[in-house]
Structure formats: structure tokens, C-alpha cells
T-cell receptor, first 112, second 114 residues
Framework: DAKTTQPNSMESNEEEPVHLPCNHS???????IHWYRQLPSQGPEYVIH???SNVNNRMASLAIAEDRKSSTLILHRATLRDAAVYYC?????????????FGKGTLLTVNP | SAVISQKPSRDICQRGTSLTIQCQVD?????MFWYRQQPGQSLTLIAT?????????ESGFVIDKFPISRPNLTFSTLTVSNMSPEDSSIYLC???????????FGSGTQLSVL
């Protein structure tokens, strides 16, 4: 599986935008980019995913570099509830072999 | 979005015993997975639970230690057998609906082995 690299931790202030980076230089042309987050004492929660184009949903935006070797998860206005570990994951298209391999993620702290 | 319920939410067990964790989904899912999250660590995939057939285990996990059942499209169980303190972890069930890219997770089972 192609690997991702994320900063161990990041800090933000409430109501400010947050840009969470992810490097995936060995990404293949058919790998989806997934983002999940895990709030304290909860299971992971899907945030967003994309393939080539930037994506927006009610939770966040995903900006994908033109060469697809990196991506950025954007939280437009951080709230205290966004404090979580954010995981960037590549999901390869291998026939019916769907599985998500979690890395260490980025611990996001949001300051009031 | 599918809702996944796990039981029990937590348990404290004695070494040498076994615990079966149940995972119930409120709608049919095509794929179900079991993950382990050791204290302070990320998630590790244990196996893919296959309906009506043996689960597909990841490297480092074996059926004798983690037998898995999946009798239908909404239910699965994971048994942690012959437990030791090293098995103390959070065990998480997840599911995928159809060909949707999203994976849904239960809130996990916190297991402590004494």
C-alpha cells in the first residue's frame, strides 16, 4: 500500500481555518485519498475523499495537488468539536480488495 | 449513513478467558471489517469478515486467536480467545455499504485483560 506522511500534531484557534497537510508521493493513478477523524473515545468518522479534483462537503474541503503527490484537508472554521486525530489514507483499487490502512495521523488541538 | 452498534462497550476480563464482541449494522453492508487500536496507537486492521465464509486475516492475526463470524449482511462477531494483558485494546467494527467509498465505524469495545 502507498504510504502517507502527516505532521504528528497541529494547533489552531477557534473560528480560524485549518489546513492539514498530507504527503503521498508514491500514490498511484487509481488511489483514492480518504480523510477520517477520530474524536476522543469514539470510532473514526469519515470526513471526505477524492481522486483527482478538489472536493467540498459540509464538513470540509479537500485540495489535491495537480501531481496528486500531496493533499490538504481544509476545515474552514475550526470549532472545539473539531479537536481530533485526522487520518489521511490512500485506498487502492485492487479488484475487490477494499481496505483502509490507518497511519499515525495528525492530532489537531483547537484553542478557544 | 449506516449506524453500527457494538456490544459490549467495555469489559474487564481475566487472562486465559475469551470474549465475543458483537457488531450490528442497521442496514445491509457489503463489507465488514474488524480493527484493533492499542493504547495510544492508530488502528490496525485485523480481518475482513466475509459473509458465509472464513474471514480474511491480515498479517500477524490468526483465526485461532481471533475467530470471526458473519452469518448475514448486518451482523458479525469477533472473539478474542485465550486472552492475555497484551490483548488489552479497543476493538472496532466497521462496514461499507455497496460500492460507497465511505467506511462506517462503531464506537468500539474497550477491553482490559488482567
Amino acid at each position: 500500500d502507498a504510504k502517507t506522511t502527516q505532521p504528528n500534531s497541529m494547533e489552531s484557534n477557534e473560528e480560524e481555518p485549518v489546513h492539514l497537510p498530507c504527503n503521498h508521493s508514491t500514490i498511484s493513478g487509481t488511489d483514492y485519498i480518504h480523510w477520517y477523524r477520530q474524536l476522543p473515545s469514539q470510532g473514526p468518522e469519515y470526513v471526505i475523499h477524492g481522486l483527482t479534483s478538489n472536493v467540498n462537503n459540509r464538513m470540509a474541503s479537500l485540495a489535491i495537488a495537480e501531481d496528486r503527490k500531496s493533499s490538504t484537508l481544509i476545515l474552514h472554521r475550526a470549532t472545539l468539536r473539531d479537536a481530533a486525530v485526522y487520518y489521511c489514507i490512500l485506498r487502492g483499487l485492487g479488484g475487490s480488495n477494499y481496505k483502509l490502512t490507518f497511519g499515525k495521523g495528525t492530532l489537531l488541538t483547537v484553542n478557544p | 449513513s449506516a449506524v453500527i452498534s457494538q456490544k459490549p462497550s467495555r469489559d474487564i476480563c481475566q487472562r486465559g478467558t475469551s470474549l465475543t464482541i458483537q457488531c450490528q449494522v442497521d442496514s445491509q453492508v457489503t463489507m465488514m471489517f474488524w480493527y484493533r487500536q492499542q493504547p495510544g496507537q492508530s488502528l490496525t486492521l485485523i480481518a475482513t469478515a466475509n459473509q458465509g465464509s472464513e474471514a480474511t486475516y491480515e498479517s500477524g492475526f490468526v483465526i485461532d486467536k481471533f475467530p470471526i463470524s458473519r452469518p448475514n449482511l448486518t451482523f458479525s462477531t469477533l472473539t478474542v480467545s485465550n486472552m492475555s494483558p497484551e490483548d488489552s485494546s479497543i476493538y472496532l467494527c466497521s462496514g461499507r455499504s455497496g460500492t460507497n467509498e465511505k467506511l462506517f465505524f462503531g464506537s468500539g469495545t474497550q477491553l482490559s485483560v488482567l
